[in-house]
């Protein structure tokens, strides 16, 4: 065990260093929120007036690696800050300023009344108008700026002129600037890429397919209650059930952000923050039936069909407790995180993070962005990890083998359904991503058969654990989190061995 710890830290520590997917530093929340007021007051806003909301935000075709493509990292990063800024008296009146952690601001946006009044300016003015506030607020030069395109909107109380630049200079994943201009206010600026551009990892959200995949798990559960030998664990799947509801609710409850606790009284956040209570109220319940569900039945399927693994409810006849279960799991489990960190992290050299490295971006995001982010990495990684292996390994993959009745056919259709759900469609199933979820699955799943669902659990933990930990170390602030969630994953594996130990020699000095 003491062999496998540390030839799985000495990759951890590999990773870190070869790696790392940029130059600078990244800012901190404050330094963020400093360029963000910088602009505003050359901009004339009374700063006074305004309440700052902080958060960070993840862009799924965001560009992760600086040293790749600097300019890219500059205006459209994977991860970012939104520095929103809320009017105390006209709850209308906001300002939205994004910085990247390169210290660019990459998209501005101001809520403005269409009969605000402000100036109306000619066309030559306006242009050298932008020109001049793009230089000074946001460090544009106009030299690296080409006009492609301009239109005005004639208001009533003032003129508002549209402009698309090029940048000579940029990425093709930043080439092109919008920009808005009202009266003599630059109220709206965005980065985005050329058309011509297209991610190789850009994956839709999965939220789509949650009434597909609810459908399904309600069909295959009626499934197994037909055809079950062995007796469904109601009562032990409610228990899992109330686990998964209340770490789905710390999860959402921790990755809102403080500030956004702070909201004032009568702008137009409070809503969206009944929204966010309403939307983590519904996840958790829903999270808790279909956990319920999931785990009283698939307990009953693996059981029938995998007799000598160890599962939720029960320990395999092999496995002296759940001491012994999870050294028996740890003795695999830890190698093969290993192994897949390793070619997981040589395919990140060549592009962007994918597979479960860039399933761990999203968490980085929401991290950086709670009141706690010591607290916060360790329960969103027990919430992805508990979710997709209890859906996937201990659920779906016994009921592909009943249905099936062939091992190998079954494990790559779990690998297949798997990647399809996360957001793997007929658009990018070629891609690198979808490639790297489906070795992952085969291996999570192959565990599954090896061991039981602890080893699934552990890789998965191991392995989404080790580089969301690794990456919020690279974050420079990040760090505490990062440490923190590495030596919770290693502590607890090195308890779990020194028991496994003690356990071993009294039962010997017994014998």
Wanted: aromatic content about 10%; charged content about 15%; hydrophobic content about 55%.
């Amino acid at each position: 065990m003491a062999m496998r710890t540390l030839f799985y830290v000495a990759v951890l520590l590999a990773v870190a260093v070869t790696c790392k997917p940029w130059r600078w530093e990244w800012l901190r929340p404050e330094e963020a929120a400093s360029i963000a007021e910088g602009f505003l007051f050359n901009q004339k806003v009374n700063l006074g007036a305004y309440t700052l909301i902080q958060a960070a935000e993840y862009h799924h075709d965001g560009v992760w690696n600086a040293t790749r493509d600097e300019q890219g990292f500059s205006y459209k990063p994977a991860i970012g800050y939104v520095n929103r800024y809320f009017h105390a008296e006209n709850r209308e009146d906001s300002w939205t300023i994004h910085v990247s952690p390169a210290g660019r601001i990459y998209r501005v946006k101001h809520d403005v009344d269409d009969l605000m009044p402000d100036q109306k300016l000619g066309k030559s003015e306006a242009v050298l108008l932008v020109y001049e506030l793009l230089s000074t607020g946001l460090g544009i030069g106009a030299d690296r700026l080409e006009l492609v395109k301009d239109s005005l909107a004639a208001l009533p109380q003032r003129h508002d002129w549209y402009y698309t630049f090029k940048d000579l200079q940029g990425s093709p994943h930043s080439s092109l600037f919008a920009v808005r201009l009202a009266g003599r206010t630059l109220v709206d600026f965005s980065a985005f890429a050329a058309p011509e551009v297209v991610p190789l990892d850009a994956r839709p959200p999965g939220s789509r397919l949650r009434f597909v995949a609810f459908a399904l798990i309600i069909f295959g559960v009626f499934q197994i209650i037909l055809h079950h030998r062995h007796p469904i664990s109601w009562k032990r799947g409610m228990w899992w059930g109330a686990i998964a509801m209340l770490i789905v609710l710390a999860a959402r409850t921790l990755t809102i952000s403080q500030a956004t606790l702070l909201v004032p009284g009568g702008s137009g956040a409070e809503d969206f923050i009944k929204r966010v209570v309403l939307a983590a109220a519904v996840e958790a319940v829903q999270s808790g039936i279909l956990v319920t569900l999931i785990v009283a039945s698939g307990e009953s399927i693996a059981r029938d069909l995998l007799p000598n693994i160890s599962t939720l409810t029960r320990i395999a006849p092999s496995h002296r407790g759940w001491t012994g279960a999870w050294i028996q799991s740890a003795r695999w489990a830890l190698p093969a995180a290993a192994i897949f960190l390793l070619l997981e992290s040589a395919v990140g050299l060549l592009e962007e993070p994918a597979g479960l490295a860039g399933q761990s971006l999203p968490l980085v995001g929401e991290i950086l962005g709670t009141p706690i982010p010591v607290v916060a990495a360790p329960v969103l990684v027990a919430k992805a990890v508990l979710w997709e292996e209890l859906v996937f390994r201990l659920w779906l993959f016994p009921l592909l083998l009943f249905w099936v009745r062939g091992t190998l056919t079954s494990l790559l259709l779990m690998a297949g359904i798997s990647a399809y759900f996360v957001g793997y469609t007929e658009h990018n199933w070629l891609s690198i991503g979808a490639a790297m979820w489906v070795v992952w699955s085969l291996m999570a799943g192959w565990l599954m058969m090896r061991v039981g669902i602890l080893g699934a659990l552990l890789f998965h933990v191991l392995v989404l654990g080790g580089y969301l930990g690794i990456a919020l170390v690279w974050t420079g602030f990040g760090m505490p989190a990062g440490l923190f969630v590495m030596l919770v994953i290693i502590g607890t594996l090195a308890i779990v061995a020194i028991r496994a130990e003690g356990l071993w020699g009294r039962s010997a000095d017994n014998a």
